[in-house]
């Protein structure tokens, strides 16, 4: 049998960090990145970075470059589109069913009005990962309230991919408080338990995101070209 790894613990901490990094693009897109130096900043050896980076590799957001190297991935405009079609699908059962689910569930009533309450309180010097934090919570406060545990374990694959490209739109001031405001209209619903206007608010909110996400990508990439 394989030896257990004694230090679980620590490479999870160390594959947030690197996580976090890829999404607020503090690591950007095509970055190559080295293992000493990042062991250097993080305080850390190589052992966990490598075993951080192999589990980065294995979710598509670190690609080999060169002899035993790494580089964070693009974005792609199309791959991005087709997680915003299931994320709003998901997101669109999610509301629904917080809606039904409202009126007897205090506790999930009170995660719901707690990450509103944080949303509420961004503005211009938010920082790019505090944003996002606040949006997946936002997000998450709804699926718990949903009763339905599967769909948080079938998005929580995506969420790596969905934090950087909130990234995308996040960083555009506009877009903040817009989003937020969506937010507060899916929650109203849910708190009101109007399952219907629920999901065709949640739907909208995943669609909007999404083409304004791949228009962001396309036009970046032309930009490049």
């Known amino acids: 049998m394989i030896p257990l790894d004694p230090l679980p613990s620590l490479i999870d901490q160390v594959y947030s960090r690197i996580l976090e990094a890829?999404?607020?693009r503090t690591l950007q897109p095509g970055q190559r990145i080295r293992q000493n130096e990042l062991a250097d900043k993080l305080g850390v050896s190589r052992q966990p970075?490598?075993?951080a980076l192999h589990l980065l590799h294995r979710q598509g957001l670190?690609?080999?470059?060169?002899?035993?190297?790494?580089?964070?991935?693009?974005l792609d405009p199309s791959r991005i589109r087709q997680l915003y079609e299931v994320?709003?699908?998901?997101d669109?059962?999610?509301a629904r069913l917080a809606a039904m689910r409202a009126a007897n569930d205090a506790a999930g009533r009170a995660r719901l009005d707690a990450a509103l309450a944080a949303g509420r309180g961004i503005d211009r010097n938010t920082s790019l990962s505090e944003l996002i934090t606040l949006d997946v919570d936002f997000h998450r406060a709804i699926y718990q309230l949903a009763g339905n545990?599967?769909?948080?374990?079938?998005?929580?694959?995506q969420w790596p991919h969905m934090r950087r490209s909130m990234a995308t739109v996040l960083s555009e001031l506009d877009y903040?408080?817009?989003a937020w405001a969506e937010h507060v209209t899916i929650a109203g619903h849910i708190l009101a338990g109007d399952a219907k206007a629920a999901e065709r608010a949640a739907l909208a909110?995943?669609?909007t995101a999404g083409r304004m996400t791949e228009e962001r990508l396309r036009a970046t990439d032309e930009a490049a070209a």
């Open 149 to 157: 545990p599967v769909i948080e374990e079938t998005i929580a694959p």
């Open 92 to 94: 669109a059962l999610a």
């Open 49 to 51: 970075v490598s075993h």
């Open 62 to 74: 670190v690609a080999e470059s060169g002899k035993r190297g790494f580089e964070v991935t693009q």
């Open 87 to 90: 994320r709003g699908a998901i």
């Open 176 to 178: 903040r408080g817009s």
């Open 22 to 24: 890829i999404s607020d």
């Open 205 to 207: 909110h995943a669609q």
